[in-house]
Every structure is written in structure tokens, then in C-alpha cells.
């Protein structure tokens, strides 16, 4: 729980604008006062059900600046530092706990969604506090209220009584709130970034006289790029730069401005930033290094009185909020925007990309350029790129959301170094997959600064592992470098998606054609034989255009191959140009299927054949590579999204009930029985145990239990047991009880150890499963193969909350060790609707339940009667002030 306080935030308004919303306060009670005031006697009747007087107004401004508490909070909505907005709730209701909420919005400021936004924040307010819904009553001619209520979830419901309308709006969240949530800030988002990737007009302020500079090129390339719209120069010490004219000042500037790139040394940056403020500029590229990259010493270099690069950074963005206005990096290359109606190149990058259907976004600058340049070289076309730099204001996350309805994005590539906020991203990227591939090149792969935790689900969950699950949720096709990023994205920009994995490879360079089924079959492609032909079908090196573009034609025309993969080898014996003349109408014919080409030897190669543009490419592995990318992202396009599943027998209050019992004792490891109690309430199978000390105890246990038995020690903190001779199992009688006992003693070098006494549980295969938090993508959910082969293979896979179906049927397929549970070598198949039902229980306790730092049920035991943990442990911890995927909300300055 963090608190009874609505936090305090930045959001977008649904015309593109900035409200901040933050909690009601003793010092609000004058601008309040002031909101009713100046309301109309309409808005006052619809708001109070009769225009009050000054009294009911001093009550209710008294109630609304009351201090939070668990039956109360009020938040407000600021914009230009004024209050234009207020709601709040009280309880009305125990249990189950219900709520009155009110909203009150200034006139002028309505039709913005700024009710939305302050009732979306109420309700997860509310909902961490336990209030399943927020009740009210509303008068029938209170129209936009009713419409609010309705839009903010598909839990609204509205009673007409006694000629008023009674509403009730659930807190909780479904698909369908999510759904809406996601469409509001999509449209948000467009609005608000539209002014900084398709401005209308741009000013460079710093740009200098002479070539070289980074203000100076940018304007450049401005001008060079064709930019559609007046382009201004701001520099005091010149009438013109570049050819363009130039003023003093922001202030001078003979008209509006929607976009102003700033390269000014970083003393001068916040003052332009003001002065853009002031006359109305929506968006702003800072284009200046020296701020958080740089760390504390940035501000004594930018003349900041010592303020650290990263106060100053946040000074920035709060100036900005104020105002209004996005901004991007500092510390970045720029801005593109390829549109034909906008021809925008605001960047110092020394390649421009061509048109074409790929955005980009790049944390790095030198990575921006790496990519534009590549770009270019390769003929991949760029609708927009975006160098983001230190992600001050405007992150990847917002740009997401813009180009989810980019008519001139067929793609999106992204260069990350660090998530904000991994959980929206996560949703934000998985419903842009479902239109759009998403390929992303994430920094981080190596071995350096992994997680060491003490349970095997931990220790297994470097941070990368989080990524490699998200992405994998998500549809987002992971790369390892920038080469592999494009060439995937030209395919991906400019052919139709493989209907599925036959690949037909036919050429006339043999040895090539080899190399390139070795390549598809290890990317999980089928070089399958056609009938009537060889694949691979090698033609020779003397083969005639005619024979290459009737094999193609033959096989593209077969109806049994889902993409292919034309080799051309360069000789003195052929004519390369002619050949290439032949094979493209071919490809053009058929331009259902994906097609690529490898073209070896020939100087100056194109970069594409075609009307349809098939991309052609160096070597045979750069293009099974990028075919096996489209692949398996068209698979997971085509698999349903999965629901979230319907659990029963699940006791969320109880389970909760107790994990707050043992964060009041200290939290930590948990004892065995406590652990066995959680899960139960969650109806994960847990082996019935005995934990007892002294020899005595434990042979009654076992008597009780019934032989055989296992005995095995009870400390928690203990993760391989059987390596220190701390599990014995098979124990027939009280002698063989005894004797294990005293050996667990003298393992842990104790006379009367805590031990579990079980009865023998028997599966055919030993699995692991498990739960790891971590702060910033939530939970992870482990499932592998267990026992002694956990650490040893590493045969694990892994998920993020929140979980549905196809993800859990997607765990155990994943796993190398599959076919251990489908009936491997003659043994019956386990139940895997069981496994699948474990992972999902699992998933909704960690997601319910947040303060489960580490749980790791090993082994479980699986069988044609379902899973049975035999032995599991808990880590309990309370959680921090953590990302929340669902609040609409900008990234917090600093």
C-alpha cells in the first residue's frame, strides 16, 4: 500500500494538452472558493441540485481540503498553475466498501477529458484502498457526466430513480477498461505530439554562421530536407544563417511556431525554453548535452549555481508542464518526419533516410546515426525517427501510442537502454504488435549486473529475462544487432507476412543454396521437398533467365511453400541484369507471397526488386534470418491473444489476510506451514507436510503420515537440501526416521533441527515453478525443469503478470524437456491442463499479492493425475512506490 494520497502527476488532456493532477490541499481552499465562483448558476445547479449559497459552498471547499484518510481523498487538476478541476470520494459503505465520489470541472476547461483524468486517478485511489465502487447521484440533464461515468469502464451502470440517476462505477479492472484507457491515451498522445513530429513551422535557435556546428547543420538539413512550412533562425549576432534569415530572439519571430529545435550551450538552454514558453510553442528538441548523462557535475559547467544535471533536467521539464509543451532529449540528434506533406529532417545526423514505411526510435544518438546511415545505404525507407537521448519528457513509450494510427508506419524499430515504465510498455507495444511488427535491439544481454537471489526462480531472473518475457508476451521480435534490426525491417516494411514456415530456396549457386537451408532449418523454418521439384533446387551456374524465372514461377505458384528465397550468383558466364529482368515480374505476380534475394558477386547491386520492393540481400544468412523473424511474428500474430483466466477457489482476502500478518512480524522467509496456508487459498497443490522437532516428534509424524516417508529439514533459508544431505527419502520405519533425523542434525550441525515430514508423493516428471518481483516489471512467473536438473540445463521459461491462457500453454511448449510431459518414449502423458492450471494460479497470486518477493515451488511432481509441490519456499517483502500500467501519466521529471 503507498499511502492514502492521490499522487502527484503530470497527464495529457485529449486535445494534446498538460493538467497536472496532484492531491487537494489545505492551501487549495482560496482556488476553490474561486472554481465555484466563477461557475454558472446551470453548472452549480448540476453540480449541487440547486444553486447554493455561499455557505454550502464553504462547507463543501472545507471537505474537499480535508486531510486524506481511508475514507477520504480529493484530488485537482492545475493547468497553468490554476485550479480548473476537483473530485473526491468518501466512504459511505464498510464492507463491502463503497463510495460517494464528486466531480466538479471549470467551464472553459471542459470537452478536454480533464473530468476523465481526475476520476481514472480517483478510482485507483479508491481501489488500493479497497472500494469496489464509487457511487452517485446525478441529475439527468448533467450530460457530460453521464458520458464520463460511462466511457471511464465498462463497470458503470445507471438507474433512473425518482428523476435522478443513480450511478455506480467498479474500480476494478477488465480487458474492456484497459481497452479504453489505452484508446484515450492514444488519441491524447497524437494530439500532443503532433506539433513536435508534423509541425507546421520550426525555429532553430543557436544556429551559428559557420558550417560545423550543430545548430548551423540542423538548420541545414532543415532547409536541404524541403521542410514544408516557414523555417526560422534565432541567433542575435547574425541577420542570416545558412541562407535563412535570422532574429534575435524567440520573441522576434514575425509568427507562430510549433516546433523550435534549440543547440545552445547548456547555460542558455532553460532561458529558451521560457521563451518559448511564453509565445506558445507546443514542442521542443533540445538538441544541447550537459544535463542528467552527465551527472552531478553538469551544472556547474551549465552555470547552475551547482545544481547537478539531473535537477537541472527536471527544472526543464517542470518549466515545460507549466506551458504546455513536450520536449525531447536533451542530449539527442533530432527529428524526422519523411511525410511528403511535412518533409522534416531537424537533425545533425550526416545521412538522410529515404522515405518509407519504418519508424524509429533511439535511445542513442550514435546508435540514431548508425541506423539512419544503414538505413540509406540499404534503401530501408524511414517514415520517422526520433533520437529520445535522455528521455526527459517524451519517452518510447508515448511514441508507441503515436504510431499506432501512423498511416505511414508499416513498422516500428527501437534502439532501448532502460524502461520507465516496463508495464505500460508492455501493453502499449503488445496492441501495436497486433497491427504493427515491433523490432527492437535491447542493450543488456550479458552477464554483467545479474540478479543473485536466493531461491532458484530468482537467482534464474537476470534482468534480461524480464525483457526476453515481455517481448516475448508482446510480439516484439528481438535482435541482436543494428545489421539483423534492418534487414528484418526490410522485409517486414514491404511484404505481405509468411502464411506459415515452408521455405523454398532455389537458385543457381549450390553451395549457397546449402548454407542457406542449414541457416532456415536452425531458425525453425521447413526447407520442405515440393512436389515435382528439389528444395533446396540448384539450377547450376550456367542456368538462363528463363529457367530461373520459370523454377520461381513454378514453386511461388505451387501453393506449397509460404515464402521464398531466390540465390543469384554474379559469373562471367551469366548476365546478372538480365536475369534480375526476368525473375522481378515474377515476383511482382505473386505478391501474396514473402519473397527476399540473395544477390552475390554483382557490383552495385540493388537494394530491392520490384514494384513490391522484394529485399535483396549480401549473404543467405542476413535473409533467412529476417524471413525467420517474419515468421514467427506472423505466427504470433495469428494465435489469439488468450483471456484472462476464470480461477475458482481462490480467497484473495484470506490469502492477503496473512502475508500482512507476516509483514507485521518482519517479513523474510516464510515457515513451511504459512507458506502451505498462502497457497492453499490459491489452490495451488501443496504436499501435506508435518514440521516437528526431536526425534520422537518426528517419528510420530511419520506414523501419522504413513511410511513411507520423507524427511527433509524446515529452515527456509536452506535452497539445495539434498546437497548437504538434508533430504531423506523412501524412509520405511521408525529406525530409518530415526537415523535420518539425526543425520539432518548433523548436516546443519544442530541437536533437535525443525523438520517436514511428508508422505512419498511419486510423478513421472520433476518440474519447477516459481514467482520473482521485481520493482520495475512486476512479476515474473517461472516454469522448467526441476529436481537436480534445474541449475544443471536450465530448461526454464518465463512470464509476466498479468497472465493469460496462451501464455501458459506457451510455458510448457517452450521448454526443451516438452516432450517429457506429452508421453515421451511410451510413458503416459501428464496433465497438462493441470500445469497450465499451476502457472495461472500462480500468476494471479503474484499479481493479487505484489509483496511475494520470491517464491520457488521445486520439485513439483507431475504425473496423469496433475502437479503436487513437495517442497516450496517464500520470501515475503513490502513494496515501494512502483510503476502503475494503467494511470494515464507523463514520465516524472528527475
Known amino acids: ?38 461557475a454558472s448558476p446551470e453548472s452549480l445547479r448540476l453540480r449541487f441540485f440547486a444553486t447554493p449559497g455561499h455557505c454550502v ?99 458503470t451502470t445507471a438507474h433512473l430513480v425518482d428523476g435522478v440517476v443513480d450511478l455506480d462505477v467498479g474500480t476494478g479492472v477488465d480487458d474492456a477498461t484497459l481497452l479504453a484507457v489505452d484508446a484515450r491515451d492514444r488519441a491524447a498522445e497524437r494530439e500532443a505530439l503532433r506539433p513536435m513530429l508534423a509541425p507546421r513551422s520550426v525555429a532553430v535557435v543557436g544556429a551559428g554562421r559557420r558550417p560545423g556546428g550543430i545548430g548551423h547543420e540542423t538548420l541545414r538539413a532543415v532547409v536541404e530536407g524541403g521542410f514544408t512550412g516557414p523555417v526560422y533562425a534565432v541567433n542575435p549576432h547574425a541577420g542570416a544563417v545558412a541562407g535563412v534569415p535570422s532574429v534575435p530572439s524567440l520573441a522576434d519571430l514575425p ?17 529558451v525554453v521560457a521563451q518559448a514558453a511564453r509565445i506558445g510553442v507546443r514542442a521542443a528538441v533540445i538538441l544541447t548535452s550537459g544535463f542528467a548523462e552527465s551527472g552531478s557535475r553538469a551544472g556547474e559547467r551549465a552555470g547552475e549555481g551547482g545544481l547537478d544535471g ?101 513498422a516500428v524499430a527501437l534502439y532501448l537502454e532502460s524502461f520507465g515504465n516496463p508495464r505500460k510498455f508492455a501493453r502499449l507495444v503488445r496492441a501495436l504488435g497486433r497491427r504493427k511488427p515491433v523490432l527492437a535491439v535491447k542493450s543488456g544481454r550479458s552477464a554483467a549486473g545479474r540478479r543473485a537471489g536466493a531461491s532458484h526462480t530468482a537467482a534464474a531472473a537476470a534482468p534480461d529475462v524480464a525483457v526476453d518475457a515481455l517481448f516475448a508476451q508482446a510480439g516484439v521480435i528481438r535482435v541482436d544487432t543494428l545489421g539483423e534490426l534492418l534487414d528484418a525491417a526490410r ?19 549450390g553451395g549457397v543454396n546449402v548454407l542457406a537451408a542449414d541457416a532456415a532449418e536452425a531458425a525453425g523454418l521447413r526447407v520442405a521437398a515440393v512436389r515435382g521439384g528439389e528444395n533446396p533446387l540448384d539450377l547450376g551456374a550456367g542456368a538462363t533467365p528463363d529457367a530461373l524465372a520459370a523454377a520461381l514461377g513454378a514453386y511461388a505458384a505451387s501453393g506449397e511453400v509460404d515464402s521464398v528465397l531466390l540465390v543469384v550468383a554474379a559469373s562471367k558466364a551469366n548476365d546478372v541484369d538480365a536475369v534480375l529482368a526476368r525473375v522481378t515480374p515474377v515476383l511482382d505476380r505473386h505478391e501474396r507471397l514473402t519473397a527476399a534475394a540473395v544477390l552475390i558477386g554483382a557490383a552495385g547491386p540493388p537494394a530491392a526488386l520490384g514494384e513490391r520492393r522484394v529485399p535483396v540481400y549480401d549473404l543467405p544468412e542476413q535473409a533467412v534470418r529476417a524471413l525467420a523473424h517474419a515468421t514467427r511474428y506472423a505466427r504470433w500474430r495469428r494465435a489469439p491473444l488468450g483471456a484472462r483466466p476464470v480461477l475458482s477457489d ?68 536452506l535452497v539445495h537440501k539434498s546437497d548437504i544431505g538434508a533430504v531423506h527419502i523412501g524412509l520405511d520405519g521408525p529406525g530409518a526416521v530415526r537415523a535420518a533425523y539425526r543425520a539432518v542434525g548433523a548436516a546443519l550441525g544442530r ?47 518465463f512470464r509476466l503478470v498479468p497472465m493469460t491462457v496462451q501464455d501458459a500453454g506457451q510455458m510448457w511448449r517452450s521448454l526443451r524437456a516438452a516432450r517429457l510431459l506429452t508421453g515421451y518414449r511410451g510413458a503416459p502423458p501428464v496433465d497438462t491442463a493441470a500445469v497450465e492450471d499451476l502457472v495461472l494460479r500462480l500468476g494471479r497470486l503474484a499479481e493479487d499479492i505484489p509483496e511475494i518477493a520470491e517464491l520457488d515451488l521445486n520439485p513439483v511432481l507431475v504425473g496423469p493425475g496433475g502437479p503436487v509441490a513437495v517442497d516450496a519456499r517464500l520470501r515475503l517483502a513490502p513494496v515501494g512506490q512502483e510503476p502503475d500500467a494503467l494511470l494515464r501519466r507523463l514520465r516524472q521529471p528527475g
Open 650 to 717: 481462490v480467497d484473495t482476502a484470506g490469502a492477503r489476510g496473512v502475508v500482512e500478518a507476516a509483514l507485521a512480524g518482519g517479513g523474510g522467509w516464510q515457515p513451511y506451514p504459512r507458506i502451505a496456508d498462502i497457497l492453499g487459498r490459491y489452490g495451488i497443490p501443496v504436499l501435506a507436510s508435518a514440521q516437528v522437532a526431536g526425534e520422537r516428534a518426528a517419528i510420530e509424524a511419520a506414523g501419522s503420515v504413513g511410511y513411507p516417508v520423507v524427511l527433509k529439514a524446515a529452515d527456509p533459508d
Open 491 to 509: 522485409l517486414l516494411t514491404e511484404q505481405p507476412l509468411p502464411a506459415g514456415d515452408r521455405l523454398a530456396i532455389l537458385g543457381n549457386a
Open 255 to 271: 509568427g507562430p511556431v510549433d516546433l523550435v529545435v534549440v543547440a545552445v550551450p547548456g547555460p542558455a538552454v532553460r532561458d
Open 751 to 797: 541437536t533437535e533441527p525443525p523438520v517436514l515430514v511428508q508422505a512419498m508423493a511419486h510423478g513421472q516428471v520433476e518440474l519447477v515453478a516459481g514467482v520473482v518481483h521485481d520493482p520495475l516489471f512486476g512479476s515474473l512467473i517461472m516454469l522448467g525443469l526441476g529436481g537436480v536438473h534445474t541449475d544443471l540445463l536450465g530448461d526454464r521459461a
Open 57 to 155: 459552498i464553504d462547507t463543501e471547499v472545507r471537505r474537499l481540503v480535508r486531510p486524506p484518510d481511508g475514507d477520504h481523498a480529493a484530488a485537482v487538476a492545475v493547468v497553468a498553475g490554476d485550479v480548473v478541476g476537483v473530485a473526491s470520494y468518501e466512504r459511505t459503505q464498510p464492507a463491502p466498501a463503497r463510495a460517494e465520489f464528486a466531480v466538479f470541472v471549470a467551464e472553459a476547461q471542459r470537452g478536454r477529458g480533464i473530468g476523465t483524468l481526475l476520476l481514472e486517478h480517483l478510482a485507483a485511489q479508491a481501489r488500493e484502498r479497497g472500494v469496489i465502487a464509487l457511487t452517485g447521484e446525478v441529475l439527468p440533464a448533467n450530460h457530460r457526466m453521464l458520458r464520463v461515468a460511462r466511457d471511464l469502464t465498462s463497470r
Open 310 to 410: 539531473r535537477k537541472a533536467q527536471a527544472e526543464l521539464v517542470r518549466l515545460a508542464r507549466e506551458h504546455g509543451m513536450r520536449l525531447v532529449g536533451p542530449n539527442c540528434l533530432g527529428v524526422v518526419n519523411t511525410d511528403p506533406a511535412v518533409r522534416l529532417n531537424a537533425t545533425f545526423a550526416p545521412t538522410a533516410a529515404p522515405a518509407g514505411g519504418l519508424a524509429v526510435a533511439s535511445q542513442s544518438g550514435a546508435v540514431g546515426i548508425a541506423l539512419l546511415a544503414q538505413a540509406a545505404r540499404t534503401g530501408c525507407g524511414v517514415s520517422t525517427f526520433v533520437s529520445l537521448g535522455n528521455k526527459a519528457d517524451v519517452s518510447g513509450n508515448d511514441l508507441l501510442a503515436y504510431w499506432y494510427d501512423d498511416p505511414a508506419t508499416r
Open 1 to 38: 500500500m503507498t499511502g492514502f494520497v492521490v499522487e502527484d502527476c503530470d497527464a495529457l488532456t485529449a486535445d494534446g494538452g498538460i493538467v497536472r493532477i496532484r492531491p487537494a490541499a489545505g492551501t487549495d481552499a482560496a482556488a476553490l472558493e474561486r472554481l465555484f465562483a466563477e
